[in-house]
């Protein structure tokens, strides 16, 4: 009976449109073990297996669609989305997305009350930005030696904490965490302030907690890579808008002439 119903899925995924061959193949239908899956998960689950529980990939495909179409028209306006995630092997995954795509991002520690408290954030981003300027401007040379030592600490230990977010000068338009799971306080905090969330949610996670929920494995780096790396494509399209748009304009204003 086992042995049918594995071939049935294997059918399945044969004659399946090209996005859930691949998402397959990344692994990303691969959840959680069926003990610590959270209730709420229960529409995206398609199945159990040797206790580990199976994402629909059709769902996950359609709300990966629906979170992409949204960053990019939040990218396409100009808006900032924030990425977050902190966690091993998410992070760096992720840092290097938001860097590609100059934009901001949290990959070491979500300090409390950074969106919450943004004010007192705000005057730490513009302390370093101030002893980075001060820096390159060659006017720390007239401390002592152990000064400059002590403040060169202290910009490194700034870096590390908000050195991603030292470009955000506000809010975000949307913060877009990698693994919901491990992220409560800093979805807790978007939501207190009004700002939209986009997160993974593997089947740990409860997905009403967020406005754009993608159910996937959050654990497995290739499927992490797949999931992000679809989101920042259709960041990038939206980012691509407003320039193609400036380019018209200018090209008209020639014209014109």
Known sequence: M??????????????????????????????????IGHPKMKPYIFTTRQEVQILNVEKIAEK????????????????T????????????????????LK??????????????????????INYLLKQ???????ELSKYTKK??????QEMKDLEKKIGGIKT??????????????????AIKEAKKVGVPVVAV????????????SIPANDKSIKSIQFVVSYLKDAISEGLAKPQAKKEEKTENKKETK
């Open 64 to 79: 990966l669609k629906e979170s992409a179409d949204f960053l990019k028209e939040i990218a396409s306006t100009g808006g």
């Open 168 to 185: 955000l000068k506000k809010h975000p338009e949307v913060m877009l965490v990698v693994d919901a799971g491990e992220h409560s306080i």
């Open 201 to 212: 949610a593997n089947t740990n996670a409860d997905p009403t907690e967020l406005d754009y």
């Open 132 to 138: 980075e300027e001060r820096k390159s401007k060659g």
């Open 2 to 35: 086992e042995e049918k119903e594995n071939k049935k899925e294997v059918s399945q995924e044969i004659e399946a449109p090209e996005i859930l061959k691949q998402l397959i193949d990344a692994g990303v239908h691969l959840g959680r073990k069926k003990s």
């Open 103 to 124: 934009m901001p991002y949290v990959s070491e520690r979500w300090i409390g009350g950074t969106l919450t408290n943004f004010g007192v954030i705000s005057k730490r």
């Open 147 to 152: 000064e400059q030592l002590d403040m060169e």
């Open 81 to 100: 989305i924030l990425f977050v995630s902190v966690s091993m092997p998410a992070r760096n995954i992720t840092k290097k997305a938001a860097e590609e």
